[in-house]
């Protein structure tokens, strides 16, 4: 029985403790969440009905009014024009370049010749064969079920 409620308060506790963990990685930024594919993760962009997913949280990069998802703000996802983006943090510490629309910007995951954009780069999210782009990675934003997704830090306006 002893077995049982340990594991359990370890399931219960390990998401919370690293949630705060993530929010410490971003320092003097605003932390936008987890760049998650997984909708049941707390502060997963993907979860509509917490604060960084929902589409009307001020933090939420799928708020199309707000600082992050406005397509005209400087330091929105959405903006082709940006280079001010928010910033994508793996579990491990690894910078993974900024959550931007736009395909110029030389840190920018939608540039297919940039470092962080590139199919066949080793430190992209577009990369299926990377640790940080597989769909079976426990720290990869494209895994369903992934825990320890990576985290979005945005830039004080």
Request: with cysteine; hydrophobic share 35%.
């Amino acid at each position: 029985m002893k077995p049982i409620t340990i594991l359990l308060a370890a399931a219960i506790a390990l998401p919370i403790v690293y949630s705060r963990a993530s929010a410490q990685v971003c320092g003097n930024d605003v932390f936008l969440g987890q760049l998650s594919a997984n909708p049941f993760l707390a502060d997963s962009t993907a979860n509509k009905f917490g604060a960084f997913g929902s589409p009307y949280s001020s933090v939420s990069v799928n708020n199309s009014f707000g600082a992050f998802g406005n397509p005209y703000a400087a330091t929105s996802v959405s903006n082709p024009y940006t280079t001010s983006a928010p910033k994508i943090i793996a579990a491990d510490g690894q910078y993974l370049g900024r959550l931007s629309a736009n395909p110029y910007a030389p840190d920018s995951i939608s540039n297919p010749y940039g470092k962080y954009g590139s199919p066949y780069s080793p430190t992209s999210i577009n990369n299926p064969y990377s640790q940080y782009g597989s769909p079976y990675s426990p720290i990869s934003p494209n895994n369903p079920y992934a825990t320890q997704a990576p985290v979005l830090c945005g830039d004080e306006d």
